[in-house]
């Protein structure tokens, strides 16, 4: 007798399974399933069927963070090992603030209320930003007249909300939702008032964790509900102070438009502190920063088991970029070491490097919060962090393919497109952040892939840094490829150069000492400037073939030209040395040499050079393709 398939999900799968089987029994072997009242009961039970498999697959992958798709069990799961995803944000900015009090304002100190209004504008819009807490200072002298100082004022954007909740039997411990989805919880202030006829009130704390709260902690923890709002749950007299009835909880926080007020940089004060005939000044410190969205569901997978990992303490570097990443969403990638990697080691030290999403920068105000927040409290007391900023470099590609026209419709053009689509897409997803290499070998894999007619494919990188320059003052510059060079390929963009008290324009190239000879080509060379013309004028530095340093003299740096920022300084890695790795600061010898090699640190952003082939600036295009048809042989 015939065995029912149940493993089947698929309904016209089931239905003909069904069929199968009631054909298999001697009273149904002769019967037309298709032309009877049968064939309806069999599309009901193949539906039936169908909708259960459906439901048990959804149930299954509702089940673990990986598969989940609805946000209430994604955040479900994260709860479940101690991760409460991530509020919207509130742009912060900074600025000084300066009140000279009204005549009537006598007293030494001012406090400056969290409910002072300011407001800056963004291409049309007026935003409402606020001070995070009550901030009181004391009076200063200044020119002679008396002054409230507030230097470095924080202020958050968004609208002040206040909610109220009173005890009852029946939930002590909560859940107390809080109606607001554009709530930023790190402005969440909760207080405790007794009850509403005495209205003595108390701070409650917010905490994440059991370690040392007792029985009388006044303590809340924050959580986000399966409807997609965050909810406060209070102690129950064991684990935190347990609530009583009649108790009225006050909440009040910032509701914020997300990074909708991202990059504000000027801000007025709406009303008086002191009094009228007060007068206030501001200036900016650092424009408005670090607004984001929610935490996404994707953000919340990969961070969940991230900062479950950490145990909530930061030893390893990956517990530092863990949480990190989770604390702010305008950082794409973090990089950290430590001190004993770099040369010459630096002991008792973590280096971190953040890159952030195109379009944010990371700023000092930035840094100080993941350095006080996030990394202090959870590091080793005797470890010290500090910041690196990130140094891109930028990788140059001149690609030579033949392809064979008798296999593809395309044209030539469209095969250099096709080619230049790849390019791109390596880069987009394997490049441009903090502890990524480039491999020549993949990027050729991927255009022979992608382009069937390609037939061959030679691929010559070059490297270029980009020098912030003091122009018009005397200065030494030094630009570190990381990588072993070719000698005869350094190259830089126009300049006009002080020497001799005359100016030149002029570019960079090196010339090898006669030691450096093939096939390894170790040693140094002088790096001279060039007239157009092709006259040396003078010497500007020397460079390292080996570690890819280029050290440039203290010289006078007049201008640039075209539209450029920052001079540009290209060279070509050693034929030897084409994959272009991130890995910690490490040297090694040449056997051969005895020469010292280096190869790139972990602060290193490789990216793809899309500079525009320029006359003016004397640049080479940063993508070369060159697409060529395979000649037959005669």
Same mark, same amino acid.
């Given at each position: 007798m015939a065995q029912l398939n149940v493993t089947e999900l698929d309904f016209d799968q089931i239905k003909s399974n069904l069929k199968a089987f009631l054909k298999s029994q001697t009273e149904f072997s002769d019967y037309n399933f298709e032309g009877s009242s049968f064939a309806v009961l069999i599309d009901l039970l193949a539906y039936?069927?169908?909708?259960?498999?459906?439901? /048990?697959?959804?149930?299954?992958?509702?089940?673990? !963070?990986?598969?989940?798709? $609805?946000? #209430? %069990?994604?955040?479900?799961? +994260? $709860?479940?090992?101690g991760y409460t995803p991530r509020s919207n944000r509130s742009p912060t900015g900074k600025v000084n603030l300066t009140i000279t009090p009204a005549s009537g304002y006598t007293s030494t100190n001012l406090t400056l209320p969290r409910g002072t209004t300011f407001t800056s504008s963004l291409d049309g819009v007026t935003y409402q930003f606020y001070p995070k807490e009550d901030i009181t200072v004391s009076k200063s002298v200044v020119d002679n007249v008396g002054v409230f100082v507030f230097n470095d004022l924080e202020l958050k954007e968004g609208i002040r909300v206040t909610n109220q909740f009173t005890v009852e039997t029946a939930s002590p411990q909560g859940p107390y939702v809080i109606p607001n989805k554009r709530i930023d919880t790190s402005t969440i202030r909760v207080r405790v008032q007794t009850s509403l006829s005495d209205t003595t009130l108390t701070t409650w704390n917010v905490v994440d964790k059991f370690l040392d709260i007792k029985s009388d902690t006044k303590a809340w923890w924050l959580e986000e509900g399966a409807d997609g709002l965050y909810q406060l749950r209070f102690g129950d007299g064991v684990i935190g102070q347990k609530l009583t009835v009649d108790n009225v909880i006050i909440i009040d926080y910032i509701a914020t438009k997300g990074d909708d007020a991202n990059g504000c940089k000027t801000w007025s004060i709406s009303s008086t502190v002191t009094g009228s005939g007060e007068t206030a000044s501001l200036t900016t410190v650092a424009n408005a920063s670090s607004g984001a969205a929610k935490e996404s569901i994707d953000s919340i997978r990969f961070n969940a088991p991230r900062v479950n990992a950490t145990r909530d303490r930061a030893v390893t570097s990956k517990d530092y970029q863990s949480l990190i990443l989770a604390s702010n969403p305008n950082i794409q990638s973090v990089a950290v070491w430590g001190g004993e990697k770099n040369d010459p080691p630096i002991y008792g030290k973590v280096f971190i490097s953040l890159n952030p999403v195109s379009g944010y920068t990371i700023t000092t105000q930035d840094q100080d919060n993941i350095l006080n927040s996030i990394i202090n409290p959870k590091t080793p007391v005797a470890i010290q962090p500090e910041f690196v900023d990130p140094e891109f470099v930028y990788i140059g590609l001149k690609i030579n393919a033949t392809y064979d026209p008798k296999v593809t419709t395309l044209s030539q053009g469209q095969i250099k497109s096709a080619i230049n689509a790849s390019v791109n897409e390596y880069f987009d997803l394997n490049l441009n952040k903090l502890n990524k290499s480039f491999y020549i070998s993949r990027i050729h894999d991927l255009i022979v892939s992608d382009s069937s007619s390609v037939i061959s494919v030679n691929i010559e990188p070059y490297l270029q840094k980009r020098i912030?320059?003091? !122009?018009? %003052?005397?200065? /030494?510059?030094? +630009? $570190?490829?990381?990588? $072993?060079?070719?000698?005869? #390929?350094l190259k830089s963009s126009y300049f006009d150069v002080e020497l001799a008290e005359n100016t030149h324009k002029v570019y960079l190239s090196d010339t090898p000492a006669s030691t450096v000879v093939a096939p390894n080509y170790s040693g140094t060379g002088i790096v001279n400037f060039i007239k157009t013309d092709g006259t040396i004028v003078g010497e500007a530095g020397t460079i390292d073939y080996d570690s890819g340093t280029v050290s440039l003299n203290s010289m006078t740096i007049k201008s640039l030209y075209g539209t450029d920022k920052k001079l540009k300084v290209r060279i070509k890695p050693h034929d030897s040395y084409k994959d272009i790795t991130t890995d910690a600061l490490i040297r090694t010898s040449d056997t051969s040499t005895a020469a010292v090699v280096a190869k790139p640190s972990r602060n290193t952003v490789l990216t793809l050079d899309d500079s525009a082939a320029s006359s003016t600036t004397n640049t080479d295009v940063g993508v070369d393709i060159t697409v060529t048809p395979e000649v037959e042989e005669v």
């Open positions: 039936n069927t169908h909708y259960n498999g459906v439901l /048990a697959s959804m149930l299954a992958n509702e089940s673990f !963070l990986d598969s989940a798709v $609805k946000r #209430e %069990s994604v955040a479900s799961l +994260a $709860k479940a090992i912030d320059l003091t !122009l018009n %003052s005397p200065f /030494a510059y030094e +630009a $570190k490829f990381n990588s $072993k060079v070719q000698p005869r #390929e």
